[in-house]
């Protein structure tokens, strides 16, 4: 996990609690970041009490700015979805499908280390995007998504989507004020994902497995993978999904109109 914003904390806590949220902060640019920065490097395995509590300091932050990240989407009307992944499973492309068979108006706020290219691929669809660039940091954070917020269109848009950047563990860390948690898992990814990285699978509303299409092509046995990912949260909802197939994307955005309505 990484070192420097305070998740392998965060990891360890899920570890022992996973049946209950936890979520901190991570503001790359403040005083209190360098500090524990700085402590954590000199305090490799994080057994400074000093550490951890400035550590924590600033994950109460970042929970106080989720927070009002949610309160201002509530106040728009917009449902905010944190949509997670390993890298390349197909996130960008699904939104940019997704538009051609949901009835709903949508936004993104695209999170990667480097590069506009996803942001651009959505505003060729005409889908607000707005683009953060996060330099080293392997996660957005709630301060980031709240300058993303205040660059879309609100009053226009239903649902807000923010594509973290392609990680399979600290985006699971940090709240960054949406209302539901998303995680694709794609085939081509292999079986085990989902049981080597627990805390990812335990914070999802929605499991989706894509390139479901490429299933005859490899040893993946879908069924077992739903199974163990039922094992981690047997609440959670579960899609299988193929960009060749209008069918499954169109499940997708209905079960996104039923959360819509869930909250009124």
């Known amino acids: 996990m990484c070192t420097d914003c305070g998740c392998s904390i965060r990891g360890k806590e899920d570890k022992h609690h996973h049946d209950h949220e936890h979520h901190h902060d991570h503001h790359h640019n403040s005083h209190e970041h360098q500090k524990a920065h700085s402590h954590i490097h000199n305090n ?11 550590i924590q300091k600033i994950l109460d932050k970042n929970d ?55 942001a651009e691929r959505l505003k060729a669809k005409n889908i607000p995007a707005m683009q953060i660039q996060t330099g080293s940091a392997c996660h957005l954070d709630a301060f980031m998504v709240h300058k993303g917020l205040h660059d879309l269109p609100l009053d226009d848009i239903d649902v807000c989507f923010v594509e973290n ?11 960054v004020g949406t209302h539901l948690n998303v995680v694709l898992v794609s085939i081509p990814e292999g079986e085990d994902k989902i049981a080597k990285y627990p805390v990812m699978f335990r914070k999802a509303d929605l499991i989706i497995f894509t390139k479901v299409d490429l299933l005859p092509y490899f040893d993946y046995d879908i069924e077992k993978e739903k199974a163990v990912a039922r094992s981690l949260k047997p ?6 999904l193929s960009i060749q197939d209008k069918d499954s994307l169109r499940q997708f955005a209905q079960w996104i109109e039923f959360k ?5």
């Open 44 to 54: 490799p395995h994080l057994n400074d009490p000093k550490t951890i509590t400035v």
């Open 64 to 118: 106080h700015e989720a927070m009002h990240n949610r309160s201002h989407l509530d106040n728009h009307g917009v449902l905010g979805i944190n949509l997670m992944s390993s890298p390349g499973s197909g996130k960008t492309t699904l939104l940019e499908h997704l538009k051609d068979v949901c009835e709903f108006n949508y936004g993104v706020i695209e999170g990667d280390l480097e590069t506009n290219r996803d």
């Open 165 to 175: 950047v392609g990680n399979l563990v600290c985006p699971a860390s940090y709240d």
């Open 235 to 240: 609440n959670v909802d579960i899609l299988e």
């Open 260 to 264: 819509r309505k869930m909250r009124g």
